[in-house]
Antibody, heavy 119, light 110 residues
Framework: EVRLVESGGGLAQPGGSLRLSCAASGFTFSDYSMNWVRQAPGKGLEWISYVNGRSDAKHYADSVKGRFTISRDNAKNSLYLQMNSLRDEDTAVYYC????????????WGQGTLVAVSS | QSALTQPASVSGSPGQSITISCTGTSSDVGAYDYVSWYQQHPGKAPKLLIFDVTTRPSGVSDRFSGSKSGNTASLTISGLRTEDEADYYCSSFTTSTTWVFGGGTGLTVL
């Protein structure tokens, strides 16, 4: 069974940092590209970052470019999102999601971790 | 990276069919056949319903179908059921090598 479990969310101050993790199981992690998608309270989904299986292709939404860094450790079956220079508008539930092979979409999602940015 | 345009809400009665539109541009929806649709119930993670415009993943009911014409994609749900009441999001790969979601459509089954 494919399972994705996010952790690392919590309260952060504006300008602060957090590191999210996503533990993957039930599939060969290194074979799949992964994404981070977030959802602000009461709002829609927003794609924020992508990394391929070898970590040689990474993409970011303009809203987080230069502040957030996606990474992965295939030996640990884990995906990460380093979030720096946090802003109030980064408050959201953050989901990690697995890409379908050549599907340009996400077929499995974690349950999400809440990040709240407030002074 | 502007969000794709979806109606904020749609409604239908059990057994009826509804269609949700998703309008983008020639840089996203119109550029590739990489439109997907997701269903999200309150407090839950999104679930993939349709990918590559028309393809259903294994296990998704054939009551859900997708299509595209130009810069607009559509999701049709036939034989509405009360459990279909949820938020629906479209998504597209873009020419900037990014992904963009629609603003979401809340479906009410009356």
């Amino acid at each position: 069974e494919v399972r994705l479990v996010e952790s690392g969310g919590g309260l952060a101050q504006p300008g602060g940092s957090l590191r999210l993790s996503c533990a993957a199981s039930g599939f060969t992690f290194s074979d799949y590209s992964m994404n981070w998608v977030r959802q602000a309270p009461g709002k829609g989904l927003e794609w924020i970052s992508y990394v391929n299986g070898r970590s040689d292709a990474k993409h970011y939404a303009d809203s987080v470019k230069g502040r957030f860094t996606i990474s992965r450790d295939n030996a640990k079956n884990s995906l990460y999102l380093q979030m720096n220079s946090l802003r109030d508008e980064d408050t959201a539930v953050y989901y990690c999601a697995r890409d379908r092979p050549r599907g340009y979409c996400s077929d499995y999602w974690g349950q999400g971790t809440l990040v709240a940015v407030s002074s | 990276q502007s969000a794709l345009t979806q109606p904020a809400s749609v409604s239908g009665s059990p057994g009826q069919s509804i269609t949700i539109s998703c309008t983008g541009t020639s840089s996203d929806v119109g550029a590739y056949d990489y439109v997907s649709w997701y269903q999200q119930h309150p407090g839950k993670a999104p679930k993939l319903l349709i990918f590559d415009v028309t393809t259903r993943p294994s296990g998704v009911s054939d009551r859900f179908s997708g299509s595209k014409s130009g810069n607009t994609a559509s999701l049709t749900i036939s034989g509405l059921r009360t459990e279909d009441e949820a938020d629906y999001y479209c998504s597209s790969f873009t020419t900037s090598t990014t992904w963009v979601f629609g603003g979401g459509t809340g479906l009410t089954v009356l």
